[in-house]
């Protein structure tokens, strides 16, 4: 099944506003922020940086 990018959208806005505790996105931790988030791991972040210093990813690496 193929999905346009504007329904990903709505589904992933609908993952990270509801309050399921089995949500793919995890669960909303104070400041509406997920899990994976904060930590950068999970569905959607490696955990790791693009290369060291480069500025490749959107926080510092070094």
């Known amino acids: 099944m193929t999905v346009t990018l504007e329904r990903a959208e709505e589904i992933i806005a609908a ?3 509801g309050d399921d505790p089995d949500s793919p996105a995890g669960p909303l931790m104070p ?3 997920v899990e994976s988030e904060i930590t950068m ?3 959607g972040g ?3 940086c693009g290369t ?3 500025g ?3 926080y510092q690496c070094c």
């Open 15 to 17: 993952w990270r506003a």
């Open 46 to 48: 490696s955990g790791r």
């Open 56 to 58: 490749s990813r959107t």
């Open 41 to 43: 791991t999970g569905p």
């Open 31 to 33: 400041g509406m922020y």
């Open 52 to 54: 060291a210093c480069s």
